[in-house]
């Protein structure tokens, strides 16, 4: 049970990072974020003027390659969704640099391929469907932008991304 929530919290300081810097972060600075240190507060029966002294402790959890991975593939749901909310808000331009970013993402994963473990391949099928609706969003955005009230754009989309849904069995 706990690498499914190994990989929620992959997928969740990843979105946070990607939110302020606007890049991927590595597995070594999620496993450097994982390091805790405690003192040690053992009491001893016998009081010495070293009884008070603490020992410093450290624990460490690590995110394996391959938890990081399957975060990863669901942080591309978070950002499937932060482009379609952003187009909602009047951002036109964070759907194009959601869609560069997610197709390098996309790019990585079929590097893997069918190579990895099955949950790899499992999650690059819903990676490829976030990406496919992002750069729907992208096209539409391009092609009828214009035509489309800035006030209306998140309807489209989400009808849009209902059609998708459907056409795939999702729904």
Not at 34 to 50: K, Q, V
Not at 114 to 131: F, I
Not at 132 to 156: F, Q
Request: charged letters at 25%; one cysteine or more.
């Amino acid at each position: 049970a706990i690498f499914a929530g190994l990989q929620e919290y992959v997928e969740a300081v990843s979105f946070q990072y990607f939110i302020k810097t606007r890049s991927l972060i590595s597995v070594e600075e999620i496993n450097k974020q994982l390091i805790f240190t405690a003192e040690d507060r053992e009491e001893t029966t016998i009081t010495t003027s070293n009884s008070h002294d603490k020992q410093p402790h450290t624990w460490s959890l690590k995110v394996t390659p391959v938890d990081y991975l399957l975060g990863v593939a669901d942080l591309t749901g978070e950002l499937m969704r932060l482009c379609i909310s952003s187009v909602g808000n009047g951002d036109i331009d964070t759907p194009f640099e959601l869609s560069q970013f997610l197709r390098q993402i996309y790019d990585g994963f079929t590097f893997i391929g069918n190579t990895g473990p099955y949950e790899v391949s499992k999650k690059l099928y819903t990676l490829k469907q976030s990406l496919a609706k992002v750069e729907n969003a992208c096209y539409t955005l391009k092609v009828r932008g214009s035509e489309i009230p800035k006030h209306m754009l998140a309807d489209v989309f989400s009808t849009k991304t209902e059609l998708i849904d459907q056409e795939e069995g999702l729904s």
